[in-house]
């Protein structure tokens, strides 16, 4: 059975940082293009950033580049989302995903989710 399980979200002020985790079992990570995801309230799921299953390629959404730093730990099977100068808009629920290496299209895993709350 495969579980991601995120986890490091919070309430921060604008301007701060959040380190995410997000934790695979049952799966072989290295296998999986990793990819996190965030859903505001009201707003559709949007595309934050993905990194390769060699951690080799990152893409991220623009509004985020500069601020978000996407890692993984292939020994840990764990993705990391470091989350600096923090800003209201990036309050949502963020979400890890995995993809097969090999396909393209929709992620094949899901994680439950964990809220960041951005204050003013």
């Known amino acids: 059975q495969v579980q991601l399980v995120e986890s490091g979200g919070g309430l921060v002020q604008a301007g701060g940082s959040l380190r995410l985790s997000c934790a695979a079992s049952?799966?072989?990570?290295?296998?999986?293009?990793m990819g996190w995801f965030r859903q505001a309230p009201g707003k559709e799921r949007e595309f934050v950033v993905v990194?390769?299953?060699?951690?080799?390629?990152?893409y991220y959404l623009d509004s985020v580049k500069g601020r978000f730093t996407i890692s993984r730990d292939n020994a840990k099977n764990t993705v990391y989302l470091q989350m600096n100068s923090l800003k209201p808009e990036d309050t949502a629920v963020y979400y890890c995903?995995?993809?097969?290496?090999?396909?393209?299209?929709?992620?094949?895993?899901w994680g439950q989710g964990t809220q960041v709350t951005v204050s003013s």
């Open positions: 995903a995995a993809k097969h290496k090999l396909t393209t299209g929709e992620y094949d895993y």
């Open positions: 049952g799966l072989t990570f290295i296998r999986y293009d």
């Open positions: 990194i390769r299953w060699n951690g080799g390629s990152t």
